[in-house]
């Protein structure tokens, strides 16, 4: 039995909400594909990671301002094609960057390096577990999230 959209959409926020890390895929402006995992915190509907700030990821989603996250599991896969904006982590919204530590355990900002936040608000979301239910998949569409069962 597949699970209805309403289901699977609020599912993926709850892994959101309680998953340690997210893979993030970017590209350069030339097509140059970079992906990594980092620690994920789910703040205001936004997935929210850290990074240095002169790594691929933060220089790929500055040029484009696109990123593609994914959750760890394969058996039960949740994937986002995002808008993306990177900011210095120090210049971020102060309540951002509280809702960030409380939620990985660890401060970027007592690391060496300038650090880079980035924030990745879900345009475009799929959701499945097993082959019968890649139709149907979509959870977010045009940035809203699917809450409701469509034919």
Same mark, same amino acid.
């Given at each position: 039995?597949?699970?209805? =959209? !309403?289901?699977?959409? %609020?599912?993926?926020?709850?892994?959101?909400? &309680?998953?340690?890390? /997210?893979?993030?895929?970017? +590209? $350069?402006?030339?097509?140059?594909?970079?992906?990594?995992?980092?620690?994920?915190?789910?703040?205001?509907?936004?997935?929210?990671?850290?990074?240095?700030?002169?790594?691929?990821?933060?220089?790929?989603?500055?040029?484009?301002?696109?990123?593609? =996250? !994914?959750?760890?599991? %394969?058996?039960?896969?949740?994937?986002?094609? &995002?808008?993306?904006? /990177?900011?210095?982590?120090? +210049? $971020?919204?102060?309540?951002?960057?509280?809702?960030?530590?409380?939620?990985?355990?660890?401060?970027?900002?007592?690391?060496?390096?300038?650090?880079?936040?980035?924030?990745?608000?879900?345009?475009?979301?799929?959701?499945?577990?097993?082959?019968?239910?890649?139709?149907?998949?979509?959870?977010?569409?045009?940035?809203?999230?699917?809450?409701?069962?469509?034919?």
């Amino acid at each position: 039995m597949t699970r209805p =959209a !309403s289901e699977r959409a %609020a599912h993926a926020r709850a892994r959101l909400a &309680t998953e340690p890390n /997210v893979w993030i895929a970017s +590209a $350069s402006p030339d097509g140059v594909p970079h992906l990594v995992p980092l620690s994920l915190a789910w703040v205001n509907e936004a997935i929210v990671v850290a990074t240095p700030e002169s790594t691929p990821t933060a220089r790929n989603i500055t040029r484009t301002g696109r990123a593609r =996250a !994914s959750l760890e599991s %394969a058996d039960d896969v949740v994937i986002f094609d &995002t808008a993306a904006s /990177v900011q210095p982590f120090d +210049a $971020s919204d102060p309540q951002l960057i509280a809702a960030f530590i409380e939620r990985v355990g660890w401060d970027p900002r007592e690391l060496p390096g300038d650090w880079a936040m980035l924030t990745l608000k879900p345009e475009r979301g799929h959701a499945w577990i097993g082959p019968a239910e890649i139709e149907g998949r979509t959870i977010v569409r045009n940035g809203t999230w699917v809450d409701a069962d469509l034919p």
